[in-house]
């Protein structure tokens, strides 16, 4: 069972030279890291997490913020394009296939929080000020524009609960 609240670092750990989702997430990681610490090695190494970050996001076709705020144990296995807003929170061991939107409605500023172990199907759009509990299926080509509880399987346009993760295949 996957958690929902300790993340599960070994799913970012790049798997071979051409990894590009894995690649794009560790630079990420990495300039997290050196933009925390002090000092002149901090500093040099950010910015060749800048780097890097700017090459696979362009390799990828991603656009996914250097600075925004990733839960660990992230998985974007097809990583093109996937946007995703700088202040959406994206919670521990999360799912992300292609070309899914995770930004904000026009009109407002407040992005989506998602919680831990949401799996987001390839061409969803979760847009604007709205939750998405844990433990939660997006179905593909999903548009949720509204909150959606714990434990739950959406889908549709607009995204309607179609099931329940408990109920087992």
Known sequence: MISIVDADWTREAPRRFWDPGRKLLCAIRKYQLYKQKKGVI????????????????????????????????????????????????????????????????????????????????????????ICIGNDVLVGANAVVVNNVEAEMVVAGIPAKVIGNTRQGC
Do not use: M, Y
């Not at 780097?51 to 990828?60: A, E, G, I, M, Y």
């Open 42 to 129: 901090a500093f040099s190494l950010s910015k060749v997490s800048v780097v890097q970050h700017l090459f696979w996001s362009t390799v990828s076709g991603a656009d996914i913020p250097i600075n925004c705020k990733l839960g660990g144990g992230l998985l974007i296995p097809h990583p093109n394009g996937i946007v995703i807003h700088p202040d959406a929170e994206i919670g521990v061991n999360c799912l992300i296939h292609q070309q899914c939107t995770i930004g904000v409605k026009r009109g407002s500023s407040a992005p989506p929080r998602i919680g831990g172990h949401v799996d987001i199907g390839a061409g969803a759009k979760i847009i604007g000020n």
